[in-house]
Structures are given as C-alpha cells and as structure tokens.
C-alpha cells in the first residue's frame, strides 16, 4: 500500500467523519423547519449546539487536506463546481450565524427570520453534497490541459439532482435519529413519526439512485463484484439499513443512531471503492481524469502530512468522545442556552 | 472586467471581512483565560462575572469568525486554482495542521466552554476555556505559517512546473514566520484590552455596574499597555528589519524610499507619496535614522524603489499610507495606554471623562491598525503572489469567467455588510444590557 492510497483512504475517513457528524446537524436543521412550537424549537438547536462547531471542522480539516494531498483535485474541482460552491458558502455562512443571533432579540419576526436560516442553510449543504457527489461520480467534462470545460447549468443534470435528493433524505433521517436521542414527550413522538417514513423515502431512491447509477455510471460496476472491500461495505451497508427500524421501534436511539451512521459509512465506503483509483473521472475521456497519482502531491508531503495526521487525529477522536459524554442525554435549557 | 482583479477584490474583501473576527477572538481568549482563572482559584464573583459577560461577546465573534473562514479554506480553489496546483504540495500542509491541531481544538473546547458551565467542574471548565486560547492561537500560527510563507518562501525546490516540498521545516520556520507570529499575536491582545478597557469605560460614564468596569479596565490596561509596548519594541521593529533583510521592494515602498541617495537612508515621518512619478509631497523626515534602526549604522545603505525592476515594485501609495498610519495608530495604543495606566495608579482615572471618553471610542482603532498591517504586508507582496516565484497574475483560476467571479463579490459584499451590521448591533445590545445575568423569559432565549 503506497502514501497516495493511504491518503486516499484517510480523505475518505475524513469524509465520512463530516458526513456523520454534521450529518445530523443538516438533519436537524431541515427537520426545524416543520418545527413550529418555540420551546422545540429551541430544543432543536440546544441539541446541536455545543457540538456543531466542531463537527463543521471535519469538512474544514477534509478541504485541508485534500489541498495539501491532492491539490489538483482540490483545484479543479472546486474553481469548476465555481457557482454552487458559493451556493454552498452563503448557506453554511447563514446557517453558522443563525444560531447565535436567533436568541438574541426578542421579537417573533427576528426569531423566524434566523428559523429560515437555520432550516434553508442546512437543507441546501445537505442537497448539494449529494449533487456534488453525483457529478463525480457520473465524471465531469475535464480536457486533456486538466481543465474543467462544463458551467453551473451543467451541474444541475438529473442524475446528479437524484443523487442530492437521496443524500438530502438521508441526512434528514439521521438528523431524525438523533433528535430523537435528544428531545422529550410530543416532541419526541413526532420526531420519532419522521424517522420510518424517511427511511422509505431512503430506500426506495437508494434503490432507484443505483438503478440510475448503472445507466449513468455503468464503469463503477466494471469489477467491483470481484473486490471483497465491495462485499464487506455492502454487507455493513444491508444491516445498517434494516438495523434502523428495528431499533427506532423498540426506542433504542442510540443504537438506531450507529446504524445510521453505519449506513452513511458504507455509502461512501462502497463509493470509494468504486471509484478507486480515480478521483474524479473524466467524462470526455478516461485517460484525462484525476486519480490519486497523477492529481497528488510529492511522497515527501504525503509523508509530513501522515505525520501531522497520526500525531493529530488520536488526539482529535479523544477529547471529541470526552465532550460528547458530557453533553449526553436529554437537551435541558438553562441560562447557557440558545 | 479584468478576472484577476476581480479575484483580488473578492479575496480582499473576503479576507478583511474574515479579519475582523479571529483578532478580537484570539484577545479576548486569552484576557477571558485570566478572568477565569482569578475568578476561580480566588473564588472572586466580579472575575466570574467578568468571564461570564465577555465569553457572550466572545461567542458572537467565533460565531461570525468561523462562518466567514470556511469561505478562506476553500477560496484557493475555487479562485486561485493555478496558485492551488503550483504551491499545493507546500500550503495545504499548513492549512490542514490548521484544522487537525487547532480548529478542532478551538471549536470542540467552545462548546463546553460555553455550554458546559454547569456540567463540568471548575477545573474542567477553566481548562476548556484555556483550550479555547491554545487552539485560536495555534490556528493563527499555522495561517501565518502559510502566509509568512508566500513572503519569504523556504525548504522548497520548483520542479515539474511547481513548487516541491523539500525541508518541512523550512518550509515552515521560513525567515518571516516568528516575528510575523508574535506581532500579529500581539496585535490581537491590544485589540481584546482595547475592546474591554472600551466596554469599561462605556459603564464608568454611565455610571453602570461600576465594580465590574473597574475591574475589567485594570485587567485591560495592564494587558494593553504591556501589549501595545512591545507591540513596538521588539515586534514591530524587529519584523520591519526582517522585510528590510528578506523583501527590500517592499522596504522601499512602505518606508518611501524611491530614489537612491548617498549615504543612509533617512526615516520618513510625514509624506504624501504619488505613484506616477514615484514622488513624496511634503516630507518630514530624520536623516539616517532608517538606516540605523534597520543595520545600526547612520551611513547603512538601503535599496531605494527605483533600483528594482518596474514591474516587480509594489504599488507606492497604498503601502507607504497603510503602514505610516499603522504605526502612527500603534504609538497612539501606547500613549492611551500609559496615560490610563498613570491615571489608573494615580486613583484618577474612574473620574477622567476625558481618558474614558477617548478609551471608548478607540475600541475600534485597534482593528483599523490590524487592516492596515494586512494591506501593507499584502499589497507590500504584489506583483508577486509568492515572493519572486509566482505572480499574482498566474495565480488566478482560468475556467471561472469573471462574471461568475462578480456574482460572488456582489453576493459577498451584500451578505457581509448584513452580517457586520447585525454582529454590530448584537454586541452593542450585549453591552447595552450589561453585565447582569438576565432573567429569562418564557419563549425567548
């Protein structure tokens, strides 16, 4: 296993770290916005709030990292995907401030007015990423300079509108599992109510997303069926899947909430596997799309930053499990609350 | 309109706007971490309450800090692509540290800190608020690491048409990362003692939770004098020697010297530069007083604007106006912070309208030096994107078109202004308020 592998596979982590954790907090966001009642609703972002922060880091640390790993990756793709990235920034902007400012006037119209931010700035990010996804792995018009030649209409095609669709659904669902963990009485039960159906709604687009994926994206099946980290992910995928209602039924939340994340890791477990080892392949011709030799930096810093990431990351998973403990249980307002 | 212009002015913008925030953060963490640690190992109830109302303050800011910094991790890409592919194997390394040893850090910590307060023992939550100072700071390092970088680049060789790591160390302890470091550290602490000393003062002429603002001022001042003086010496000499050593073009434009003169270089006081001709208006200046500052000696020669290229000159007027106002800025900091200190010892402050007065309404001067320290650093780099390897012209995204690229500034500017007016009008609310815990009523926060 060489560094640009070994690299490939902790972006890949990091992805999936960012996927799980700010996972929720998009789900919670959307789910905000079929929250009328003032008190749930500060419940909804008091459940987030201490944690949020530090789960946007992951995508922080990930866009970092890629940079430093993969930087014409990170090059191509981000001046390419020009206009929604910037979609994806004022959302993620509005949605990091409307937390702090919502509390702080009291007027009905300013509360709301935060509310939409909240709800909007996460349902877009939740949307998009799935769109962005889908434009990867669907392969994007790349020339043989390394240049992106498609635009922002080109973007929105249908297959990778599906994909942002499901990713949308799928967020939403685990935000659901989530809250769950986190509210009381009514609210609960109504929270609880959204999580089976939006496991349907997962279902059955996963279903038909990689229906669609087969005609849109026929090399990612090419010999994948022979690759046993295929199987495994696939396997993890299954039980994940049919874990969440059991669990969400006998109100083991916690439970129900590592099977959703489990889902969420297999996913993107079983995406990189097909993609391996291309990055972001080109739709115009193969021999043109950015794979983890030809898009990556020098072994000497793919070394230095394996360094920094060992050094690093141990000590990132340990005091984010410590904080995590602490702000265990039932969400309970107090003078410190949003 | 020309893209790379455009570029620029959306980095600018983007830049400044992000640079408001992180200063007023890193200050206030580590004034709040003295807060808290008198308030707890002394048990003192005006200390807590001190942490208590600043760390609101200090929320709002991270809040807005972090909402327009996630734009700056990703700007490279999306704006500088061919900058991203050319230094990539270099900058990201930085900018991934960032987020591995201090975003985490910083935001993991912020959350207990704020919200844990009656979760946690004392201790621990005294340690988060530590953390909170430790993870702000070193996120300010790995920046600057990365910026000091694109000034006075080191441990790399350029091959394969970019520029490759060759010494990690290098790379990261270049000639201008130290003292870049502590003067831009530094320059936040007067910015938090300028901002609380100001918030004081604003209670003592209203006669407000006097025993609150009485303790925050000598907090503030004790830090802000200490700050402000060593802001000048050693920081801020030291780091004008070091781009008189590593960056002579931009010497030369910032301190005015556009036309070789016999013997030293003399130190301009006063002047309005003009580009074209590269001419000063007016001058006040102490002959040979630069040259002995920069190499101790009256008679040291120093390379003047025009014996560089012409096209490898920085722009004259914006560097030598944002710098000389800077510093004039800087030795104000001292003077405000002495007479407090003097006034402060005399037992005369808390009447001294006057000093309360000018210590209110400096609360942002701070801030302007900072901007002005960042243009002239920025602006003092141009035409080079990295210093004499790569410029700023080639450095720009190609397949963006410029509409694209306007779209965004406008977008930007319009969503920056709304969030610079609400940040403005949260934290004059919060002072308005007062120090008070406030009940809370059913339905609000």
Same mark, same amino acid.
């Given at each position: 296993?060489?560094?640009?592998?070994?690299?490939?596979?902790?972006?890949?982590?990091?992805?999936?770290?960012?996927?799980?954790?700010?996972?929720?907090?998009?789900?919670?966001?959307?789910?905000?916005?079929?929250?009328?009642?003032?008190?749930?609703?500060?419940?909804?972002?008091?459940?987030? +709030?201490?944690?949020?922060?530090?789960? =946007?880091?992951?995508?922080?640390?990930?866009?970092?990292?890629?940079?430093?790993?993969?930087?014409?990756?990170?090059?191509?793709?981000?001046?390419?995907?020009?206009?929604?990235?910037?979609?994806?920034?004022?959302?993620?902007?509005?949605?990091?401030?409307?937390?702090?400012?919502?509390?702080?006037?009291?007027?009905?119209?300013?509360?709301?007015?935060?509310?939409?931010?909240?709800?909007?700035?996460?349902?877009?990010?939740?949307?998009?990423?799935?769109?962005?996804?889908?434009?990867?792995? &669907?392969?994007?018009?790349?020339?043989?300079?390394?240049?992106?030649?498609?635009?922002?209409?080109?973007?929105?095609?249908?297959?990778?509108?599906?994909?942002?669709?499901?990713?949308?659904?799928?967020?939403?669902?685990?935000?659901?599992?989530?809250?769950?963990?986190?509210?009381?009485?009514?609210?609960?039960?109504?929270?609880?109510?959204?999580?089976?159906?939006?496991?349907?709604?997962?279902?059955?687009?996963?279903?038909?997303?990689?229906?669609?994926?087969?005609?849109?994206?026929?090399?990612?099946?090419?010999?994948?069926?022979?690759?046993?980290?295929?199987?495994?992910?696939?396997?993890?995928?299954?039980?994940?899947?049919?874990?969440?209602?059991?669990?969400?039924?006998?109100?083991?939340?916690?439970?129900?909430?590592?099977?959703?994340?489990?889902?969420?890791?297999?996913?993107?477990?079983?995406?990189?596997?097909?993609?391996?080892?291309?990055?972001?392949?080109?739709?115009?011709?193969?021999?043109?799309?950015?794979?983890?030799?030809?898009?990556?930096?020098?072994?000497?810093?793919?070394?230095?930053?394996?360094?920094?990431?060992?050094?690093?990351?141990?000590?990132?998973?340990?005091?984010?499990?410590?904080?995590?403990?602490?702000?265990?249980?039932?969400?309970?307002?107090?003078?410190?609350?949003? | 309109?020309?893209?790379?212009?455009?570029?620029?002015?959306?980095?600018?913008?983007?830049?400044?706007?992000?640079?408001?925030?992180?200063?007023?953060?890193?200050?206030?963490?580590?004034?709040?971490?003295?807060?808290?640690?008198?308030?707890?190992?002394?048990?003192?109830?005006?200390?807590?309450?001190?942490?208590?109302?600043?760390?609101?303050?200090?929320?709002?800011?991270?809040?807005?800090?972090?909402?327009?910094?996630?734009?700056?991790?990703?700007?490279?890409?999306?704006?500088?692509?061919?900058?991203?592919?050319?230094?990539?194997?270099?900058?990201?390394?930085?900018?991934?540290?960032?987020?591995?040893?201090?975003?985490?850090?910083?935001?993991?910590?912020?959350?207990?800190?704020?919200?844990?307060?009656?979760?946690?023992?004392?201790?621990?939550?005294?340690?988060?608020?530590?953390?909170?100072?430790?993870?702000?700071?070193?996120?300010?390092?790995?920046?600057?690491?990365?910026?000091?970088?694109?000034?006075?680049?080191?441990?790399?060789?350029?091959?394969?048409?970019?520029?490759?790591?060759?010494?990690?160390?290098?790379?990261?302890?270049?000639?201008?990362?130290?003292?870049?470091?502590?003067?831009?550290?530094?320059?936040?602490?007067?910015?938090?003692?300028?901002?609380?000393?100001?918030?004081?003062?604003?209670?003592?002429?209203?006669?407000?939770?006097?025993?609150?603002?009485?303790?925050?001022?000598?907090?503030?001042?004790?830090?802000?004098?200490?700050?402000?003086?060593? =802001?000048?010496?050693?920081?801020?000499? =030291?780091?004008?020697?070091?781009?008189?050593?590593?960056?002579?073009?931009?010497? +030369?434009?910032?301190?005015?010297?556009?036309?070789?003169?016999?013997?030293?270089? +003399?130190?301009?006081?006063?002047?309005?530069?003009?580009?074209?001709?590269?001419?000063?208006?007016?001058?006040?200046?102490?002959?040979?007083?630069?040259?002995?500052?920069?190499?101790?000696?009256?008679?040291?020669?120093?390379?003047?604007?025009?014996?560089?290229?012409?096209?490898?000159?920085?722009?004259?007027?914006?560097?030598?106006?944002?710098?000389?106002?800077?510093?004039?800025?800087?030795?104000?900091?001292?003077?405000?912070?002495?007479?407090?200190?003097?006034?402060?010892?005399?037992?005369?402050?808390?009447?001294?309208?006057?000093?309360?007065?000018?210590?209110?309404?400096?609360? /942002?001067?701070?801030?302007?030096?900072?901007?002005?320290?960042?243009?002239?650093?920025?602006?003092?780099?141009? /035409?080079?994107?990295?210093?004499?390897?790569?410029?700023?012209?080639?450095?720009?995204?190609?397949?963006? /078109?410029?509409?694209?690229?306007?779209?965004?500034?406008?977008?930007?500017?319009?969503?920056?202004?709304?969030?610079?007016?609400?940040?403005?009008?949260?934290?004059?609310?919060?002072?308005?308020?007062?120090?008070?815990?406030?009940?809370? &009523?059913?339905?609000?926060?």
């Amino acid at each position: 296993m060489d560094l640009n592998i070994i690299w490939f596979l902790l972006i890949a982590v990091l992805i999936i770290g960012y996927a799980i954790l700010d996972g929720f907090d998009l789900g919670v966001g959307v789910l905000h916005l079929f929250t009328k009642d003032e008190n749930e609703r500060r419940i909804n972002i008091n459940s987030i +709030a201490p944690v949020w922060d530090g789960n =946007e880091v992951w995508l922080l640390t990930a866009g970092g990292a890629l940079f430093a790993a993969f930087p014409i990756v990170y090059a191509t793709v981000f001046s390419g995907f020009y206009l929604a990235f910037m979609l994806l920034l004022f959302a993620l902007i509005f949605r990091a401030v409307s937390m702090e400012f919502r509390g702080k006037v009291d007027s009905h119209k300013w509360r709301n007015l935060w509310d939409w931010a909240f709800g909007i700035g996460s349902l877009l990010p939740a949307l998009l990423y799935g769109v962005a996804i889908g434009n990867i792995l &669907k392969g994007i018009p790349i020339n043989s300079d390394g240049f992106f030649t498609g635009n922002f209409i080109s973007l929105l095609n249908p297959y990778s509108i599906f994909v942002g669709v499901l990713s949308l659904t799928l967020f939403t669902m685990h935000g659901s599992i989530y809250l769950s963990m986190k509210s009381e009485g009514e609210h609960r039960v109504r929270i609880k109510s959204y999580t089976p159906k939006l496991w349907i709604a997962f279902v059955v687009l996963y279903v038909l997303v990689s229906l669609y994926s087969f005609f849109e994206a026929n090399y990612l099946f090419a010999s994948i069926l022979s690759n046993p980290l295929f199987w495994v992910f696939f396997i993890l995928l299954i039980t994940g899947i049919i874990y969440i209602p059991v669990a969400v039924n006998s109100e083991k939340f916690g439970r129900a909430f590592i099977a959703s994340s489990t889902t969420i890791a297999s996913m993107i477990g079983l995406m990189s596997v097909s993609l391996f080892p291309n990055m972001v392949p080109s739709s115009i011709d193969t021999a043109y799309s950015l794979t983890i030799y030809n898009a990556s930096s020098t072994p000497r810093t793919l070394e230095t930053m394996l360094i920094i990431a060992l050094l690093g990351m141990p000590l990132v998973i340990g005091y984010t499990i410590f904080i995590y403990k602490i702000f265990k249980g039932k969400v309970v307002l107090n003078e410190d609350s949003y | 309109m020309d893209a790379v212009l455009l570029a620029r002015l959306q980095f600018a913008l983007t830049i400044m706007f992000h640079f408001i925030f992180p200063p007023i953060t890193i200050g206030l963490a580590w004034l709040l971490v003295i807060a808290e640690t008198i308030g707890w190992r002394k048990n003192s109830e005006v200390y807590k309450k001190i942490g208590k109302f600043f760390a609101k303050i200090l929320a709002v800011t991270f809040a807005v800090g972090v909402a327009t910094g996630i734009v700056m991790e990703f700007q490279f890409g999306t704006n500088w692509s061919e900058y991203s592919k050319f230094v990539g194997d270099i900058f990201g390394a930085p900018l991934a540290a960032e987020g591995v040893f201090a975003f985490f850090l910083e935001s993991g910590f912020l959350g207990l800190y704020l919200f844990g307060r009656n979760k946690v023992s004392k201790g621990v939550h005294w340690f988060s608020g530590l953390m909170v100072a430790v993870g702000s700071t070193l996120s300010a390092f790995w920046i600057l690491v990365a910026n000091s970088w694109q000034q006075t680049p080191a441990g790399f060789i350029v091959q394969n048409g970019r520029a490759e790591l060759a010494n990690f160390w290098d790379a990261v302890f270049n000639p201008s990362m130290w003292i870049r470091f502590f003067h831009t550290l530094d320059s936040t602490l007067i910015m938090g003692a300028f901002l609380m000393a100001g918030i004081a003062a604003y209670y003592l002429l209203k006669k407000q939770h006097t025993e609150f603002a009485k303790t925050s001022m000598k907090l503030a001042v004790i830090v802000g004098l200490i700050a402000s003086v060593l =802001e000048l010496f050693p920081f801020g000499h =030291e780091h004008a020697r070091q781009v008189a050593l590593t960056q002579p073009e931009k010497f +030369a434009a910032i301190e005015g010297l556009y036309a070789t003169e016999e013997g030293g270089a +003399a130190m301009v006081l006063f002047a309005v530069p003009t580009d074209q001709p590269p001419e000063l208006h007016g001058t006040i200046e102490v002959p040979g007083l630069l040259s002995w500052l920069v190499f101790g000696d009256v008679n040291a020669r120093i390379q003047s604007i025009n014996e560089f290229p012409k096209d490898e000159i920085p722009p004259l007027f914006l560097t030598f106006v944002s710098f000389h106002n800077m510093v004039v800025l800087g030795m104000f900091f001292i003077f405000v912070m002495m007479w407090a200190a003097w006034s402060l010892y005399k037992n005369k402050l808390w009447e001294n309208r006057l000093l309360l007065k000018i210590l209110l309404w400096s609360i /942002p001067l701070p801030m302007v030096a900072i901007q002005l320290g960042w243009i002239t650093a920025e602006v003092g780099r141009q /035409p080079w994107i990295v210093y004499h390897l790569l410029k700023t012209k080639d450095a720009v995204s190609v397949t963006v /078109p410029a509409q694209e690229v306007l779209i965004s500034i406008i977008l930007f500017g319009l969503i920056y202004l709304f969030l610079g007016a609400l940040y403005l009008y949260i934290v004059i609310g919060k002072v308005k308020n007062g120090p008070e815990p406030l009940t809370i &009523k059913e339905g609000t926060v």
